[in-house]
């Protein structure tokens, strides 16, 4: 049986700022201190493999966990964040011309094939999460710690549900219900051998724990 415990990256520029910062947005003061608490939590834990986002922030906030674990580290772009349209990077969240864009994608999220222009679609998402999915089921070690970011953790525990047969609209009102925050914990399990109850080979035991920021 794995265990999976995927963490939220600490608090960024982007977070608390008024500007889309993409890949580039660093971690706050905050978000330093959010990263040093929690990789305290997984200083008991059995941790074999940490796996991070190779954005700036999820990384900064894999390094400060694992001085703690001393672990080996893998960094890799199938864990990133959610690709956005390159005409939302460095602008701020209120501009007009952004407001509009994110109206449209948001209208637009369950049409087959629909983007504005170069960002990640339903599609796009649903295709990388389960490769994710895919990626740890084969992955050799069997206590995993993955740091990721907070839309693209809907996804994947999304897919965790449902499958291949995700739709926008169950992906939906997953992301809407069931938020995440700052360095926010989240436990599964994967088991092929013997599948918990209604046959689905994964379990997410714990979502978004966060009690170490009090």
């Given at each position: 049986m794995k265990k999976i415990y995927f963490v939220?990256?600490?608090e960024r520029?982007?977070?608390?700022?008024v500007a889309r910062l993409g890949h580039k947005g660093l971690l706050t003061e905050n978000g330093i201190k959010q990263a040093e608490i929690?990789?305290?939590?997984?200083?008991?834990?059995?941790?074999d493999l940490v796996i991070s986002s190779d954005w700036t922030r999820a990384k900064h906030t894999a390094e400060i966990i694992n001085k703690a674990l001393d672990k080996k580290v893998e960094?890799?772009?199938?864990?990133?964040?959610?690709?956005?349209?390159?005409?939302?990077?460095?602008?701020?969240?209120?501009?007009?011309?952004?407001?509009?864009?994110?109206?449209?994608?948001?209208?637009?999220?369950?049409?087959?094939?629909?983007?504005?222009?170069?960002?990640?679609?339903?599609?796009d998402l649903k295709t990388r999460a389960?490769?994710?999915?895919?990626?740890?089921?084969?992955?050799?070690?069997?206590?995993?710690l993955v740091v990721t970011h907070g839309m693209f953790m809907g996804m994947i525990a999304s897919c965790m549900?449902?499958?291949?047969?995700?739709?926008?609209?169950?992906?939906?009102?997953?992301?809407?219900?069931?938020?995440?925050?700052n360095t926010?914990?989240?436990?599964?399990e994967w088991d092929k051998v013997n599948p918990p109850k209604r046959h689905n080979e994964w379990s997410i035991l714990v979502w978004n724990d966060h009690a170490h920021l009090g």
């Open positions: 939220r990256h600490g520029q982007g977070n608390i700022g929690v990789a305290l939590r997984f200083k008991n834990i059995p941790i960094f890799s772009p199938l864990f990133a964040e959610r690709k956005r349209a390159s005409e939302e990077l460095e602008k701020r969240k209120d501009d007009p011309v952004v407001l509009e864009m994110n109206r449209l994608i948001y209208e637009n999220h369950g049409v087959p094939g629909w983007r504005y222009s170069d960002e990640e679609n339903f599609d389960l490769k994710v999915l895919d990626f740890l089921k084969n992955t050799k070690e069997e206590n995993i549900i449902f499958g291949k047969d995700l739709t926008s609209a169950e992906h939906r009102r997953f992301v809407i219900t069931f938020d995440t925050d926010g914990i989240t436990f599964c």
